[in-house]
């Protein structure tokens, strides 16, 4: 797989019919490595090892209804009160970080109103703060740690 511009981690891979697999910590189990799959497993455990975000408060894939359309968010990271802190969408390396990712993670945020979203191709990342009040954001350089929400 790609190198991406995250930390390097270890990961546990086993082959099936001759698809390759990643071990999910979050899931708890194999899934099929996809360029997609490869940054959000590199997205967790960036986001555990480096950040502090609790295992037991991450959840991967999170379905929820927008609009009457089902949604899948990539990663949602709760507080200990299940309030969700940080909505992520991770995209394949190739597919460009733009205005329509943007778009979609703010959907996302309509039923989850967390307070930080993030998006990243691996190879670039990006993080807001998210002002319910004023309707506003802010870019910022980097994710706060866990322990500082």
């Keep these: 797989m790609q190198d991406l ?18 071990f999910d910590e979050i899931r708890k189990k194999y899934v099929v490595i996809t360029p ?15 950040k ?21 968010a990539d990663i949602v990271c709760y507080n200990s009160q299940g309030m969700a802190l940080l909505v ?3 995209k394949a390396p190739e597919v460009s970080i ?9 959907r996302y945020n309509i039923a989850l109103k967390a307070p930080y979203l993030m998006v990243s191709n691996g190879l670039k990342h990006y993080v807001c703060a998210i ?19």
């Excluded at 205005?99 to 993670?105: D, G, H, K, M, T």
């Design 5 to 22: 511009l995250l930390p390097k981690f270890d990961f546990s891979f086993k082959k099936i019919n001759n698809t390759p697999y990643i």
């Design 36 to 50: 997609e799959e490869w940054v959000r497993q590199h997205i967790v455990k960036f986001l555990i090892q480096y």
């Design 52 to 72: 502090n975000y609790p295992a037991s408060l991450m959840q991967l894939e999170v379905s929820m209804n927008i609009y009457g359309l089902q949604k899948r």
């Design 88 to 90: 992520v969408e991770c």
């Design 98 to 106: 733009n205005e329509s990712v943007f778009q979609q993670i703010s």
């Design 131 to 149: 002002e319910f009040y004023s309707k506003s954001y802010t870019f910022l350089e980097d994710l706060p740690k866990f322990d500082t929400l």
